[in-house]
């Protein structure tokens, strides 16, 4: 079965600071990777995603993503953080056998003046 | 175009009583989802469809859980009688084949029982 972990419940930093979220993942072949965003109130958007090719991928709103397979990993970052980035970032697995992706817990990302 | 459009967004009801959640999927896509959002247990799923045809309802709590696809347009997903503990954010989410698994999600409908 597959599994999804992002080991930072909440996380605070400072406008313009960088930013990285962790993802682990399990599953035994190459998965497909998700981050998607929520914000208070809203449903879940998609901000990025990984299937094939280059590792480094980019998404929306200055967001991009490394699928690492040694470490199974697929961590988000973003080089300079506004204010409205303030959400929950969740990572998200699948793959060919199964339409449904299985989430990770989340991230809530706070960002300070 | 529409998203996956979701109602009611908000339900207040009191306990016992039956709550049905209706969902139309975006248009061309042939699966669709159902999630629930809690502080407890994150992000979990009850069920999807592919083709209007349940593929894994696994996730469906119990028999007082129950989901329909009757056409490529609509689902629902029907608690009866509810409970306090089923206070969650419910998500339909629809997504196409050639998209991957990309799946795109609705705004939620934000159920409370009391």
């Known amino acids: 079965a597959q599994s999804v972990t992002q080991p930072d419940i909440h996380i605070t930093v400072s406008e313009g600071a960088s930013l990285e979220l962790r993802c682990n993942y399990s599953?035994?072949?190459?998965?497909?990777l998700f981050w998607y965003v929520q914000s208070p109130g809203q449903g879940l958007q998609l901000l990025l995603k990984y299937f094939s090719g280059d590792t480094l991928v980019q998404g929306i709103k200055g967001f991009e993503a490394e699928f690492k397979r040694s470490q199974s990993s697929f961590n988000l970052r973003k080089p300079s953080v506004h204010w409205s980035d303030a959400a929950e970032y969740f990572c998200?697995?699948?793959?060919?056998?199964?339409?449904?992706?299985?989430f990770g817990s989340g991230t809530r990302l706070q960002v300070q003046p | 175009d529409a998203g996956v459009i979701q109602s009611p967004r908000h339900e207040v009801t009191e306990m016992g009583q039956e709550v049905t959640l209706r969902c139309k999927p975006i248009s061309g896509h042939n699966s669709l989802f159902w999630y629930r959002q809690t502080m407890m247990r994150g992000l979990e799923l009850l069920i999807y469809f592919n083709n209007n045809v349940p593929i894994d309802d696994s996730g469906m709590p119990e028999d007082r859980f129950s989901a329909k696809m009757p056409n490529a347009s609509f689902s629902t997903l029907k608690i009866q009688p509810s409970e306090p503990r089923d206070s969650a954010v419910y998500f339909c989410?629809?997504?196409?084949?050639?998209?991957?698994?990309?799946?795109?999600f609705g705004e939620g409908s934000w159920l409370t029982v009391v």
């Open positions: 599953y035994g072949a190459t998965p497909y």
């Open positions: 989410a629809s997504s196409f084949e050639t998209s991957g698994n990309t799946i795109y």
């Open positions: 998200a697995v699948g793959h060919t056998g199964r339409r449904a992706l299985t």
